[in-house]
Structure formats: structure tokens, C-alpha cells
């Protein structure tokens, strides 16, 4: 009887092994990544960082890439808690973190940063045809603007606070291109390499390319700190570019709210900087942008504290984390 009792004592242990096994599995973690719109690089870029994360760790994590309005959209979504994670300019973010400037009733202070992916250029040009040579000559122009974008949001605080405001002319990309060719504008201005707007424009209607100076990166910086960005634009980009000359820097980053897990962070890191040089190969702007260099661009382009997942991927770099990078839960 006591070797009966046993054998079924044995079975019920053996029987709620196999029965509980699953429930002790680790969970499966999803998330909505908040890109662009897809006609956007930045839409693309998401996809790419979707893929290194769901291969790298099948089961584990599963990352989806989710259409939105833009960056300053993504902000908006991250702090009514429609996203978890998304991409941003990580200027925008600063503001949204600390609640400043046209963010100061959308504070969020559960961002945190993962990377400053890549940095492109912010072109300004006016046609040629209008003798328009320097940012100072915009003031009083037309200009054509999007209205509601990241681009339109930090062109418009950089002239501004140069004391430079222009006759906006608020349209999309396309009605933007077709003023500037039928003349109704006489300036505009667009993020990124080789933009193809400015590219089109350039083969129908001669351009000037306007440099920007260290006292106009100054003065942003001064009325809205952490702001202003500089990069050079190098020769060659499109017709009648023909010399390098600063600009204003465009940086594309990617954030997540806090409360993600320090590991999820982590491997999400592990998993992008393990593919980043296949990425570089099927994609210009993350070519020309720096991504295979993107832990040393968060360093230097980031201003918002990172993730703890974040700081662990960094440190296990050998790179040391600037003060103002530390979130305040590990400070």
C-alpha cells in the first residue's frame, strides 16, 4: 500500500511539472513602436530596428512598427500612454522632459532615452532669383512651412529667436515644391541628406544655400537651451551645392517611458547594435547619419537622462555616462 501511495505520489509531482511548466515561462514582451508617417526614413529605420529586435529574441520579444502623425505626435502619444516606445528629436523631447516653451502644459517626466540614432542636416535655401543670400535676408520673405512637424517647430524657433521672421506660407511637401517652382515662395526649408524635395526643386528653379553661423547657434541655445545643434553640410548634396558650410543639425533618436523593463531596454540596445552595420548598408541617411557610431552620438547629442537599460548597454561599452544622462532613479 505504502509503495502504491508513492509510485502515485511520484506521478501527481512528475504530472504538475509538465501542467505548470508554461506558467513559470518567461512572459512574452509587445510593443508598439511609434515611428512616422510611411512615406517617411524615419518609418523605414523603424522597421529595421524592429526586425534586429525580433529576430534577435523570437518568443521573448516582439516589437511592431506603428504609423504616426511625427515625432512631435509621438510625444503626445507617449504622455496620454498610447506608447511605450517611439522615435523623437531628441531636442523636442528635452522640452517635453522638462516642460518648457510650447510643451510647458505636456511635461513628461517618465522619458527616458534609449540612443541618438542619426544626425542629418536642416537646409534652408532661397531661390536664386529672389537675391536672397543669408538667414538674415528670410526676414520679411516668403517661406513656405509644415505646419505641425518637428521640422516646422524647430525651423521657426531658430528664425525666431535670431529675430528673423519670415511671411510663412503653410502647406505640405508637395504644395511646398510646387510654390517654390511656380515662384509664389521665395524660400523654404527641409531635414535630412539629399532631401528629394529639395532635390527636384534644385533642377528647376536655381537655388542658394543659406550657411548658418556659431552666433546664431548661440542665440537659439540662449532662448532655447539645448537646442541648437550644429553640423556641416557637405558639398555636392544637389545642383549648385557646391561647398561644404554649417547648418543646423537634425538628430533622430528613439525614447521609451520609463516603466519598460531595464532588460527589455537592454537587449532592445544589444539587438540594433549587433545589426547596425547592415542597416548602414541598405540605408543612406543611417549611412551618412552615423549609426554605426550611434552610442557615441547619444553621448554627444542627447540631453534628456537615458534608461537604466540604457545605461547598462552604454557602460558595457567602456563609455563613460555624463551626469545629466542619469535618470533620477539612479542618481
Known amino acids: 500500500m505504502n509503495k502504491k501511495r508513492l509510485f502515485f505520489s511520484l506521478m501527481y509531482i512528475v504530472l504538475a511539472g509538465f501542467i505548470f511548466i508554461p506558467l513559470v515561462q518567461a512572459k512574452e514582451t509587445r510593443l508598439k513602436w511609434g515611428a512616422t508617417s510611411v512615406r517617411s526614413s524615419g518609418y523605414a529605420h523603424g ?13 521573448e520579444i516582439t516589437i511592431t512598427v506603428v504609423e504616426t502623425g511625427g515625432w512631435i505626435e509621438n510625444l503626445s502619444r507617449m504622455r496620454q500612454g498610447l506608447l511605450k516606445l517611439a522615435q523623437v528629436n531628441p531636442v523636442s523631447a528635452y522640452t517635453a522632459y522638462h516642460g518648457l516653451f510650447d510643451f510647458k502644459d505636456q511635461k513628461n517626466p517618465n522619458i527616458r532615452m534609449l540612443a541618438t540614432t542619426a544626425i542629418s542636416t536642416f537646409t534652408f535655401v532661397a531661390a536664386k532669383d529672389t537675391g536672397i543670400t543669408t538667414i538674415e535676408g528670410l526676414h520679411g520673405k516668403k517661406m513656405g512651412m509644415n505646419p505641425l512637424t518637428t521640422s516646422e517647430r524647430l525651423g521657426r524657433m531658430f528664425l ?9 506660407k503653410w502647406g505640405g511637401t508637395a504644395s511646398n515644391l510646387e510654390a517654390m517652382k511656380a515662384r509664389t515662395v521665395d524660400s523654404w526649408s527641409r531635414p535630412g541628406f539629399r532631401d528629394g524635395a529639395i532635390a527636384e526643386l534644385a533642377l528647376t528653379r536655381p537655388l542658394n544655400f543659406l550657411p548658418i553661423t556659431e552666433e546664431h547657434l548661440k542665440k537659439y541655445n540662449e532662448k532655447y537651451p539645448a537646442h541648437g545643434k550644429g553640423i556641416i553640410s557637405p558639398a555636392g548634396q544637389y545642383r549648385g551645392h557646391d561647398k561644404d558650410y554649417l547648418t543646423l543639425a537634425f538628430v533622430e533618436g528613439e525614447m521609451a517611458d520609463k516603466e519598460i523593463p531595464a532588460d527589455v531596454i537592454y537587449k532592445i540596445l544589444k539587438a540594433v547594435y549587433a545589426k547596425r552595420m547592415d542597416m548602414v548598408k541598405v540605408d543612406a541617411s543611417f549611412r551618412e547619419g552615423g549609426l554605426a557610431d550611434f552610442p557615441k552620438l547619444t553621448m554627444e547629442y542627447c540631453d534628456v537622462p537615458l534608461h537604466p537599460g540604457a545605461i547598462k548597454f552604454y557602460r558595457e561599452l567602456g563609455l563613460k555616462i555624463p551626469d545629466k544622462l542619469l535618470p533620477p532613479e539612479m542618481k
Open 160 to 168: 525666431e529667436a535670431n529675430g528673423i521672421m519670415p511671411d510663412y
Open 47 to 59: 522597421v529595421l530596428f524592429a526586425k534586429a529586435v525580433n529576430q534577435a529574441y523570437p518568443g
